[in-house]
T-cell receptor, first 114, second 110 residues
Framework: EAQVTQNPRYLITVTGKKLTVTCSQN?????MSWYRQDPGLGLRQIYY???????DKGDVPEGYKVSRKEKRNFPLILESPSPNQTSLYFC?????????????FGPGTRLTVL | GENVEQHPSTLSVQEGDSAVIKCTYS??????FPWYKQELGKRPQLIID?????GEKKDQRIAVTLNKTAKHFSLHITETQPEDSAVYFCAACSGNQFYFGTGTSLTVIP
């Protein structure tokens, strides 16, 4: 089944404790992206990747890191989480050729930073 | 960067009526405009999209229109049904980056 998976789905942590949220897709998509969703703010892009070893900042990259060592995986790293990073996080992927294509979203990761 | 504004934030319609959601964008370089539907507790899912070289696109009860000169695009849902109740997000893609509106909560009253 074609899908985007994220782990964990729920995470409660404390300020300053490094964490990683994994994202994996099995559709051989070039483009992968991370978003955070906050009430009243919609979805905001954190980082995106056009392909392996190619990553770029989105609209709200501060406090986050990403890597793209393999085409299928795009982990989101919070090296020193703070309470303002409490949010719902979505990973998404799409084909990326000469034109845009549908982004497929993962199920979301609800993160709480105390 | 790009700025996408979406209105209204909430919308209630009677079943069978039409619903219209409007978005404006600021960056004339934006050239792809998808619309997503997000049901409560679920992930966003694409319902329709339009590219900048097209003025209108329709898929059954859903249509999107784009006015590049005025920098606005709209989602039209006809013959609304209770299962259309959800939050709808517009987005604009500039370069390889996506910018989303703040969402419209649509309620279809049976």
């Amino acid at each position: 089944e074609a899908q985007v998976t994220q782990n964990p789905r729920y995470l409660i942590t404390v300020t300053g404790k490094k964490l990683t949220v994994t994202c994996s897709q099995n559709m051989n998509h070039e483009y992968m992206s991370w978003y955070r969703q906050d009430p009243g703010l919609g979805l905001r892009q954190i980082y995106y990747s056009m392909n392996v070893e190619v990553t770029d900042k989105g609209d709200v990259p501060e406090g986050y890191k990403v890597s793209r060592k393999e085409k299928r995986n795009f982990p989101l790293i919070l090296e020193s989480p703070s309470p303002n990073q409490t949010s719902l996080y979505f990973c998404a992927s799409s084909l990326w050729g000469s034109s845009y294509n549908e982004q497929f979203f993962g199920p979301g990761t609800r993160l709480t930073v105390l | 960067g790009e700025n996408v504004e979406q209105h209204p934030s909430t919308l209630s319609v009677q079943e069978g009526d039409s619903a219209v959601i409007k978005c404006t964008y600021s960056d004339s370089a934006s050239n792809y405009f998808p619309w997503y539907k997000q049901e409560l507790g679920k992930r966003p899912q694409l319902i329709i999209d339009i590219r900048s070289n097209v003025g209108e696109k329709k898929d059954q009860r859903i249509a999107v229109t784009l006015n590049k000169t005025a920098k606005h695009f709209s989602l039209h849902i006809t013959e609304t049904q209770p299962e259309d109740s959800a939050v709808y997000f517009c987005a604009a893609c500039s370069g390889n980056q996506f910018y989303f509106g703040t969402g419209t909560s649509l309620t279809v009253i049976p």
